[in-house]
């Protein structure tokens, strides 16, 4: 059973544009929503995370939303590059268990 | 560099060869996760460990996947007749150990190719 759920699974942009994508849970008590941007034949690297007790954190040109009750989160990328190009993985963690559960991913292509 | 390091990089083997990764993880974290990825999916969670005790074991782990971390440092999984289906990314991730700290970080990991 997939309990991280993200799309889109592909996404075109143009340079300066605001890509969004989004997650939905399903496990209710998930406490900790991490985002993750790998470049092909590179492990994922940390962006940015969350915590449900907030709606929004921004870090740089990366906004996360939360939404509590919709069980839905989103990652914006504000003023996108090229160089923002690569495959952003949402995922999701629970106190007590360290392993996180992760998105399918969306591949994002920013064009000049 | 001080992120965290896997060796090798790619590896190509038969079916039914055993293979081995090593996993070298940020020098002050405790905790140490190996996940796999396959092509166009995220990674999936194994194993973690915390210093030299593996705490959590995935049911992907199967009985032909051994992992290890006997001085609290570095980290090996080694996978006994091989499969096909073993052909993947295996990703390392460390963490602190610090309370409600989450945040995981990854190695560039081993490409793992079964003919």
């Known amino acids: 059973q997939q309990q991280v759920k993200q799309s889109p699974q592909s996404l075109i942009v143009q340079k300066g544009g605001i890509p969004i994508i989004n997650c939905a849970y399903e496990n209710t008590a998930f406490d900790y929503f991490p985002w993750y941007q790998q470049f092909p034949g590179k492990g994922p690297a940390l962006l940015i995370a969350i915590r449900p007790d907030v709606s929004e954190k921004k870090e740089g040109r990366f906004t996360i939303s939360f939404n509590k009750s919709a069980k839905q989160f989103s990652l914006h990328i504000m003023d996108s590059q090229p160089g923002d190009s690569a495959t952003y993985f949402c995922a999701a963690g629970l106190t007590g268990r360290r392993a996180l559960t992760f998105g399918s991913g969306t591949r994002l292509q920013v064009q000049p | 560099d001080t992120g965290v390091s896997q060796n090798p990089r790619h590896k190509i083997t038969k079916r039914g060869q055993n293979v081995t990764f090593r996993c070298d993880p940020i020098s002050e974290h405790n905790r140490l996760y190996w996940y796999r990825q396959t092509l166009g999916q995220g990674p999936e969670f194994l194993t973690y460990?915390?210093?030299?005790?593996?705490?959590?074991k995935s049911r992907l782990l199967s009985d032909r996947f051994s992992a290890e971390r006997p001085k609290g440092s570095f980290s090996t999984l080694e996978i006994q007749r091989t499969e096909q289906g073993d052909s993947a990314m295996y990703l390392c991730?460390?963490?602190?150990?610090?309370?409600?700290?989450?945040?995981?970080?990854f190695g560039p990991g081993t490409r793992l190719t079964v003919t």
């Open positions: 460990f915390q210093n030299e005790a593996q705490l959590e």
């Open positions: 991730a460390s963490s602190t150990f610090a309370a409600g700290n989450y945040e995981q970080y």
